[in-house]
């Protein structure tokens, strides 16, 4: 098409994408509570728009695809899993829900697999869910090469754990000797603070989970499951790839609907967290900084350590990282070393570990300045 749109919407036609997304999530009994405050956070930080819920008239399918018969490939995949987000933070997911997901998918002619996802959470086969998280989300067609930023041979899986690997301990420990103010030397006080056990030791969290703590200390989140949230939501935008959704759509259904009862290696379910006082403001905003970054960036397959002896400010210049809104800050949104950051068990396991290691323990402390 030689008149493609991309601009960013307009009122108008955020308006009219907000009719899309509200048809395609709504239940019978309308939207829930969540649901109204999700979707509106989503379009003010996406697009700046403001949308009045109930002023919105209903749309077919057809119609809306109609309407968004200007814009590419990649905007439509974006309007399906924003309709996916705000269907997924439902349990139980009606089925009408997900059949009418599947319309407005194929109508825009997007083919998402979290849409059969979202079909075998509302038949209640969720483990069958599980497995196609497995199989088709951001790790589908996975191949040895992709992995290779983890520095280690001994994985058995995606998000298997390293136990027992001396050299990949000590490319980790190598962070413990740079500059404050690096990036590396961040992530080394980032696991010390919390009582983290680095790659390659007994105990550790998988290497590819480790991947994304680089990412908190990067886009300034704490350590909370809220900011769990909020990371892999900046995560998830960030990447151009539209498997990297499975990602969000992965914590959405740990840490608010329980649908999976693990994921990523170490995480377990821990429902609710979605329904925390300012999340969906929180949420929509993690988004819009993945979204405003310059390119496409895949933090999970990055080799890290060729950025850790740079400084922190440097490294976020060049990603193009924006600051939070301030919206999102006063609903909560913290950095690791800011108070609310870091959990009560996180400082108890440093002071732990600190004892066992016979070193002195260095109390916890906010302090903002370090992002």
């Known amino acids: 098409m030689d008149d493609v749109l991309l601009t960013p919407p307009d009122a108008d036609e955020v308006t009219l994408l907000a009719r899309g997304v509200v048809a395609a999530a709504r239940g019978a009994d309308g939207l829930t509570p969540l649901q109204q405050l999700l979707i509106p956070s989503l379009f003010l930080s996406m697009t700046g728009h403001r949308v009045d819920l109930e002023a919105l008239a209903p749309i077919d399918a057809a119609a809306f695809a109609d309407g968004l018969a200007r814009r590419n490939r990649i905007f439509r995949e974006r309007i399906v899993q924003t309709m996916l987000l705000a269907a997924l933070v439902v349990r139980p997911l009606p089925p009408a829900v997900a059949t009418t997901l599947r319309e407005f998918a194929d109508a825009l002619e997007v083919d998402d697999d979290m849409i059969e996802v979202a079909r075998k959470y509302a038949e209640g086969a969720v483990d069958l869910a599980a497995v196609d998280f497995a199989r088709n989300g951001y790790l589908g067609g996975l191949d040895t090469g992709r992995l290779a930023a983890l520095h280690t041979d001994s994985l058995d899986d995606s998000w298997g754990t390293v136990c027992d690997d001396p050299a990949l301990a000590a490319r980790w420990a190598t962070l413990r000797e740079l ?22 030791l007994p105990g550790s969290a998988p290497p590819l989970l480790a991947q994304h703590d680089w990412v908190h200390v990067l886009a300034g989140y704490g350590t909370t499951l809220e900011n769990e949230i909020e990371v892999f939501a900046f995560m998830a935008r960030a990447n151009d790839d539209p498997r990297a959704f499975s990602l969000l759509a992965m914590v959405i259904s740990l840490f608010e609907t329980g649908y999976l009862h693990a994921g990523a290696g170490l995480f377990e379910a821990n429902e609710g967290h979605m329904r925390s006082a300012g999340m969906a403001t929180r949420l929509g905003d993690a988004m819009r900084r993945g979204a405003l970054t310059r390119g496409s960036h895949d933090f999970l397959d990055l080799d890290w350590f060729t950025l850790a002896d740079r400084p922190i400010t440097v490294v976020r210049g060049e990603v193009g990282l924006v600051p939070k809104a301030s919206e999102a800050i006063v609903a909560g949104a913290v950095g690791p070393w800011e108070a609310g950051g870091i959990t009560p068990f996180q400082l108890h396991s440093a002071e732990s570990a600190a004892a066992s290691s016979g070193v002195p323990y260095v109390p916890w402390r906010p302090d903002p300045s370090r992002g």
């Open 179 to 200: 500059p404050v103010g690096t990036l590396g030397r961040g992530v080394a006080d980032f696991y010390r603070d919390r009582g983290f056990v680095t790659p390659g």
